[in-house]
Structures are given as C-alpha cells and as structure tokens.
C-alpha cells in the first residue's frame, strides 16, 4: 500500500527546516565571530594604575615586572581567547596628564568600542583606620579629572565602560570595606558621579591570575552585549 502524501511532505518540509535552521546559525555564529575580532578595548587611567600590568598579562601570560612611564605611548595587541573563541584588539594608553590635555584620550575613546578605566585604589579610597582619614588629595584629583573628561565624552557617544580598581592587595581592611561601593566615597554634587553610578566597576589585585581572569570575564560579558 503506498504510503500518504501528505506526512512524506511534512516529514520531508521538517527535515529542510532543520537543515535550514542548522545552516542560518552556523552563518550566524561566524558572523558574530568577525564581528568580535574587529571589536577594540582602551585602556584608559592615570599613571602606575594596573594598565601596563594587565597588558602585558594578555601578551607575555605574566605580570609586567619593570615600569615606565608613557607620555603619549600607544601599545596594542590582538589578544586571542582560545577558552571562549574571542579575540579582540586591545590598546595601552600612556596616562600622564600631557596625553589627557593633548586630547589623545578623547580620540581613543571615539575609535575603540569598549573602555577599561584603571586606577589605583588604594590610593583613591579613604582609610578610616587611623585616627585621621588618610587620602592621597593630588592622585584622587587625577582620577576624578578622568571621571569627568569620561563622562563628558559618554554624552557624546555612549559605550560600554569598566571601572577597575587595582591594588587591591595594598589597601587596609577599611578600605577594601569602603571599596566594595566606588560611588559610596564619591562627591553626589559632581557632574560625573551619576555616570560612575551607571557602569559596573571590580576591585582587583592585577598580580593574581585569578583577578586578570575575573577582569576578562567582565570583558566577555561587554563584548557581547
């Protein structure tokens, strides 16, 4: 007896749409696989705040041991993260104040596609563990000014950022307790303190592997959103 027509059609459309749909994800996923190779990360921050660190890391597999100081320096690398298939060109931007005034950071900020902000936390942070508040005044300005210029170019265009405090393993009991809030140290009244509330920000010691891991993770999660 011949078998009906009609489930031979069904079973035959069902098969061409499994293989259609098979066919339109793999196109899919490589497409959103180019994507990311083409995708760029600044790193952005004062000086000795974990930058040249964490590149290095991604280069060498090691943090970096011996500091120089970069005026207008610009070191990048295409980084290629075997575990998760993502690679991504990412950028080492010197942080003395001459490239900030020089609006090199602000041309860096337009062509990359997400921005790491690095400082140092255990000189940012307040430590109420003395019998004075401790506070280095001359570097928590550096940063703010960072915060604001930031936040200034976030209005122009809006791009994923990361605030990363490093140094964790310098800073007292006090203040990894203050740290675990970055806005709860910060002036309300300032024009950039609503920015800093909206973007995720880590607190991290950039000599463990496990903190760089915890940082590329945050990366990932950016990259592709």
Same mark, same amino acid.
């Given at each position: 007896?011949?078998?009906?027509?009609?489930?031979?059609?069904?079973?035959?459309?069902?098969?061409?749409?499994?293989? %259609?749909?098979?066919?339109?994800?793999?196109?899919?996923?490589?497409?959103?696989?180019?994507?990311?190779?083409?995708?760029?990360?600044?790193?952005?921050?004062?000086?000795?705040?974990?930058? /040249?660190?964490?590149? /290095?890391?991604?280069?060498?597999?090691?943090?970096?041991?011996?500091?120089?100081?970069?005026?207008?320096?610009?070191?990048?690398? $295409?980084?290629?993260?075997?575990?998760?298939?993502?690679?991504?060109?990412?950028?080492?931007?010197? %942080?003395?104040?001459?490239?900030?005034?020089?609006?090199?950071?602000?041309?860096?900020?337009?062509?990359?596609?997400?921005?790491?902000?690095?400082?140092?936390?255990?000189?940012?942070?307040?430590?109420?563990?003395?019998?004075?508040?401790?506070?280095?005044?001359?570097?928590?300005?550096?940063?703010?000014?960072?915060?604001?210029?930031?936040?200034?170019?976030?209005?122009?265009?809006?791009?994923?950022?990361?605030?990363?405090?490093?140094?964790?393993?310098?800073?007292?009991?006090?203040?990894?307790?203050?740290?675990?809030?970055?806005?709860?140290?910060?002036?309300?009244?300032?024009?950039?303190?609503?920015? !800093?509330?909206? $973007?995720?920000?880590?607190? !991290?010691?950039?000599?463990?592997?496990?903190?760089?891991?915890?940082?590329?993770? $945050?990366?990932?999660?950016?990259?592709?959103?």
């Amino acid at each position: 007896m011949p078998l009906p027509i009609i489930p031979i059609v069904i079973i035959a459309a069902g098969g061409g749409l499994g293989i %259609g749909g098979y066919i339109w994800f793999n196109r899919r996923r490589r497409k959103m696989e180019e994507e990311l190779k083409n995708k760029k990360v600044m790193m952005f921050g004062p000086c000795k705040s974990g930058k /040249t660190t964490f590149y /290095t890391w991604l280069k060498e597999g090691k943090p970096c041991v011996e500091y120089i100081i970069s005026n207008f320096a610009i070191k990048s690398y $295409h980084y290629k993260d075997l575990e998760n298939n993502i690679e991504y060109i990412i950028s080492d931007m010197g %942080g003395a104040e001459e490239s900030l005034a020089a609006g090199v950071g602000e041309r860096l900020y337009k062509d990359n596609d997400i921005i790491l902000f690095f400082f140092d936390a255990a000189k940012y942070f307040p430590d109420y563990s003395n019998t004075r508040m401790l506070t280095d005044e001359s570097y928590i300005s550096h940063v703010n000014v960072r915060f604001e210029a930031l936040s200034q170019w976030y209005k122009e265009e809006v791009k994923p950022i990361l605030m990363i405090g490093t140094h964790r393993d310098d800073m007292t009991r006090s203040q990894i307790q203050n740290g675990e809030s970055l806005v709860s140290v910060m002036d309300k009244t300032k024009d950039y303190y609503q920015f !800093v509330c909206r $973007h995720k920000f880590v607190l !991290v010691n950039l000599m463990k592997k496990a903190d760089v891991s915890t940082v590329l993770k $945050h990366i990932i999660e950016l990259l592709k959103n």
